[in-house]
């Protein structure tokens, strides 16, 4: 017996194969960080590191080799000379033409990039993450501060090596939002920079009391989670939930989609709230246009942006979970779970304390742009004006001080709060803000064609909303870049009108009540 | 800035940079089995075959190339060129030779190999799995039928590739058990083949009273694994505990050790022993000669066979928990947890009932070698003898009624029990009961230098235990066979002896208890 492979005929269908296959070492490589982040013990950080950055390289290796443009250039001709004049798959030829346009840019990126930096960042990027655990928990920034200074410069060196018509934080940047310039996001943000510290200083004090005063057991939370996945439609066959230190959410294959979350101890409603945004998300990668493993390795078929990404797990946090027909619809569970509660009021009270305060995930809506706006500039600032690491802490505790008016008691709360620059990813925070922003667009546009979505949720009818969500965004895939989405979809420009009229009515409700 | 890396200069130094690679791809292939057993959704398993099929297919190919054959040869060439002479490193030239040994034996293995075997194998592993874990929940052996008779046809090529001067099922043994023969297994179990069912009549039914007729609740049984482990010296820095439909033990990295356990309703005692069984494997894997990382990636500092292994593991689960000794020291923890237990002597009970089932995982120490003769048997005829797929539920099943008078009651507690068949593992079995024999052998030398074991467990100090097994078994790797290692420790031959007068003992004072 000898076993023979056939090769496809078509340059495409070889390009396909290709693609499946760098697609294999990219989801090898998620599967090895959900491990890290899920269950690996500590001492396993050094062997994982080498794991990660020896799949790095293989991946960049793959993602811009000869070989990969060839198959690129003769799928692109094959395109060009068989499929442009058959009239009758115009869908398939767009979709065709935009995988070659994405794939192209992508290779681009990828060729400019010397294997060793990616090897080096693969690596630095494991230290980070390993330091800054450590800098954490003994609330120690100096012990992370020569690794954020290093992933600072070979962030630098990318930017340099990339040497696209962009500043050096607008490079970095694109992967996650793509187009997306520091003058454009100015702007989108000006009208919020203004605004939310008024409406902060509104609220500010007066719904202190929101905040729960009670807590709920571990096994409890976990029960009321399963409840919220249940009724959000898990299928058990194709997800599944870890803890992690920091909530995250991650797809491990065509029908393996995993969230995290994690349990704070005195924040009974963290655990419920993490798991609302990262199912948001595994939403989204669920609607993606990867049906039937097709599309699955195919650029079209990816999230669009990080700012997407957010619309959709703020979403489902906070214009749903945080609603209050669903506190109405849901407080029971809440009680029976051991929750002092006397009506959903009380929960709705207690799912939006609006008092700031000096974490990024715990905050409420109004202050969590506050939070992005700081982390934007800083890192603006450490990429680009040359603002020292060792300044960092005071320079964050200072725009707290100014903005929120909180100053966070140690750099464990302060500065070393987040994940995101221990693995050196800069450029991706606005991506939390732009999701507030587009997640009020879309919303507005969901209930002009399903009217009031609260009347739907407190009822518990959650499903026409992803419905809605799965036929009017997900299936774009990376066909649109996310301004070029909000527009497909609302008719609008981005902007932050009625993110800010959406927060005004909130507040304004929530101060009723004190 | 450009970043250079250093190539080291001698052969050696290449050939350990090349090891270290391939075990950097044989390790994150064990991450995707424990993660694929512990956590990974259903149906996430067609993309998973995928992933392990393509890593199956790498590391083949690393095994097997000419590159390393190149390495192996100047390694082997520099060694005999400078070290032999050097008089004052004698340990280290050893250990260098037995891995130029060791390292040419591997790749001639590796190179007879088709790659397309290789892939296919993988492949048909993954799928094999998934169709037992769905025919064994359905109890339909038809279900798996196909997949076990292409895991059969898959690995008989194997060995015909391999063209060893071993038969089939021999050559399928080796990486399991090297140098074992049929002739020599044959021998070795004779005695327990005539043996084993005598004791078993002698006990048959009196100790079935002493089964728990109690269970105890998830959290609690958790609980006393924790103790369990803590009393054994778990370090959760380099260690981690899932559950898993399979109990086993793998090692992530050289600072991460895993095991998994289960807890089985109705079976009080089956997580806690598993959980004993399995940390008895990740306590020799954290005792191979891989200190400092040095030797982790060569052969030198591997476990030498299975049949060693388990040994350790089956020490720490039968010679440990299952004693007398050890109950009456931890008796009370179970109390505590629940169990109606009024002395260590109840809990020794429980332990160790005595009541032949058809479950292997669950079978007690005496009729357990039993189960393991069956299924060599059965695996040998289906290899190399002609049995067919399709008689095995019956061949199965009759075995069970002569040899242990049982019956199973359906192909689920049947020919479906066990795992390994379905991941196409043949020739793995009779390393558990050569890992009876060889903790009996090696227990009789401890007891030699330590006195008895067993005062030493009633007082909770185990550790010293373990300080002999680490001197004295694990440091070898596989620089000794089982059969070596054993006239090495215990200055005799292999044979099942010391395991049957064990046996004898523990069932005479056992039964003196009825």
Redesign the interface.
């Known amino acids: ?5 056939t090769l496809p005929n078509s340059a495409w269908g070889r390009l396909g194969d290709y693609l499946r ?1 760098t697609q ?2 990219a ?2 490589h998620n ?2 960080y ?2 890290q982040n ?7 950080s ?3 590191g ?2 990660l950055s ?2 790095a390289k293989k991946l960049h290796s793959r993602q811009s080799s000869k070989e990969f443009e060839e198959l690129i250039n003769a799928a692109k001709q094959e395109f060009i000379t068989n499929d442009l004049d058959e009239d009758n798959a115009k869908d398939l030829n767009l979709e065709k033409q935009k995988n070659i346009e994405l794939l192209e840019q992508d290779f681009n990126r990828q060729k400019r990039l ?1 294997p ?2 990616v090897v ?1 960042l693969a690596s630095a990027q494991a230290k980070g993450y390993n330091l800054w655990q450590q800098a954490k928990a003994k609330n120690d920034f100096s012990c992370f501060a020569p690794a954020l200074k290093k992933l600072i ?1 070979l962030r630098q ?1 990318q930017a340099m090596q990339l040497n696209e018509d962009r500043s050096c934080w607008e490079t970095l940047a694109q992967p996650f939002e793509p187009d997306l310039t520091i003058s454009r996001m100015k702007e989108l943000f000006a009208p919020l920079k203004k605004r939310l510290p008024e409406i902060l200083e509104k609220v500010r004090g007066i719904n202190k009391s929101f905040e729960a005063k009670w807590d709920l057991q571990e096994h409890s939370q976990q029960l009321l989670c399963d409840r919220l996945l249940n009724a959000w439609g898990i ?6 939930i ?1 803890r992690s230190p920091h909530p995250f959410s991650i797809t ?7 969230i995290t979350t994690r349990v704070v101890s005195g924040h009974p409603l963290s655990c419920f709230l993490a798991t609302a945004h990262e199912w948001g998300h595994s939403l989204y990668e669920q609607g993606l246009p990867s049906e039937c ?1 097709k599309w699955f390795a195919w650029p079209s078929a990816q999230a669009t942006s990080m700012g997407v990404h957010e619309s959709q797990s703020l979403f489902w946090e906070n214009r749903v979970a945080r609603s209050r027909s669903f506190s109405e619809y849901f407080w029971r569970h809440f009680v029976e779970a051991g929750a002092p509660l006397k009506s959903g009021l009380d929960l709705w009270k207690a799912m939006n304390p609006l008092s700031p305060g000096p974490n990024r995930v715990e905050a409420d809506e109004v202050s969590y742009g506050l939070h992005i706006l700081i982390r934007t500039e800083l890192e603006i600032a450490l990429l680009e004006d040359g603002l020292s690491v060792e300044e960092l802490p005071y320079e964050w505790n200072k725009r707290y001080k100014d903005l929120l008016g909180v100053i966070p008691k140690n750099d464990a709360e302060g500065c070393l709060q987040d994940v995101h620059w221990s693995e050196g990813s800069f450029g991706y925070f606005p991506s939390y803000l732009l999701g507030h922003i587009i997640s009020a667009q879309l919303t507005r546009s969901m209930e002009q064609k399903l009217g009031s979505i609260d009347e739907r949720i407190s009822l518990g009818d959650v499903s026409s909303l992803l419905t809605w969500l799965r036929e009017n965004v997900h299936h774009f895939g990376r066909k649109l870049n996310g301004e070029q989405l909000v527009k497909e979809v609302t008719g609008e420009d981005l902007n932050a009108k009625l993110f800010l009229h959406y927060l005004e009515s909130k507040v304004d409700e929530l101060s009723s009540l004190t």
Chains 1, 2 share one sequence.
């Open positions: 017996m000898r076993i023979k492979k296959e294999l070492l989801s090898i599967t090895l959900w491990d899920t269950i690996m013990p500590y001492a396993g050094a062997w994982r080498e794991q020896f799949m010397d060793e930096l080096q410069s060196e299928d058990t066959k194709n997800s599944a870890a491990l294959g065509p029908n393996d989609f995993r493993h």
